[in-house]
């Protein structure tokens, strides 16, 4: 039969898909990074996430929905459709084995893998960059995606042993901003610096011992040159192999008594105050 809500045929003897429909089966295999990688494609779910894929050409591979999330978002399923993308109903089973959240929103989305190589995204001249070196928290990995998209950042680099960019929970705290930012993924942190570094971005690292602070590098214009910040996980910092070669280590100048700023706050902190001297 036809469902009006959305243009797609739905088999009226076996109904919309269960857990155990291979397609499903195939999509529920993402939540692994092993199966991310082997197959270059990552699960987003919920209206926002499926909407920004939409968006980008060429990212979405298949949209599944219940009944009556494909209806409350009739839009979205229609734009699928019209991509000639399938759109397949699936039951509140299936949405549960597809999804990680408590409260999952009724769609997923399989899309590509967005990354692209270092050179490609240096090859667009972006003024602000982001580099992930060590964040194996996803929630923070994420967050700070996001943060850079805020900013102005044109590319953010996944390096070393940093959380998988597809990640489901990274994908979900970067609120779509994963769709609109060059993700770049890079074995080696020390090579994709030096490249940076050659495309004439000056290389900040952040660290609460920097011989630099925050509001000095503002006060001196130092932020009004195309740059590159590299953040390290909470608990370690960045490796010292890169705090080495950075222009510059750079500390957040704490006016209370907090002991620290949290990865994310300090990211915030460091990526605005260079999107305002850019600007």
């Known amino acids: 039969m036809q469902s009006p809500a959305h243009g797609r045929r739905l088999d009226a003897v076996t109904g919309p898909f269960t857990p155990r429909t291979p397609r499903v089966v195939a999509a529920r295999r993402l939540h692994r990074r092993r199966d991310r990688d082997a197959a270059g494609r990552f ?22 929905g219940t009944p009556a999330a494909l209806d409350r978002h009739a839009d979205l399923a229609a734009r699928a459709a019209r991509a000639d993308l399938p759109v397949s109903e699936i039951t509140d089973e299936a949405l ?17 893998h967005l990354d692209v190589p270092l050179r490609t995204a240096l090859a667009r001249g972006p003024r602000l960059v982001a580099v992930l070196a060590g964040i194996r928290d996803p929630g923070n990995a994420g967050t700070v995606l996001r943060t850079a998209d805020a900013a102005g950042a044109g590319a953010v680099v996944f390096a070393g042993d940093t959380v998988d960019p597809y990640n489901g929970k990274c994908v979900r705290a970067s609120a779509g901003s994963l769709f609109h930012v060059d993700v770049v993924r890079a074995a080696d942190p020390g090579a994709a610096v030096a490249g940076l570094r050659a495309a004439g971005l000056t290389i900040l690292a952040t660290t609460g011992y920097g011989d630099s602070d925050l509001d000095d590098l503002v006060d001196h214009g130092r932020l009004a040159a195309p740059t590159a910040w590299l953040f390290g996980a909470e608990a370690h910092g960045l490796p010292e192999e890169l705090t080495a070669v950075a222009d510059a280590r750079v500390r957040v100048p704490l006016h209370g008594r907090a002991e620290s700023l949290n990865l994310a706050a300090a990211a ?3 990526l605005y105050a260079s999107a305002r001297a850019l600007r």
Do not use: H, I, S, W
Not at 43 to 63: C, F, H, I, K, N
Not at 98 to 108: D, I, K, N, Y
């Open 268 to 270: 915030a902190v460091c």
């Open 96 to 112: 549960a084995a597809l999804t990680e959240t408590v409260a999952p929103q009724g769609l997923v989305a399989v899309c590509r």
């Open 43 to 64: 699960l987003a779910e919920g209206p926002q996430a499926v909407r920004e894929a939409l968006d980008r050409t060429d990212t979405v591979v298949e949209l599944f």
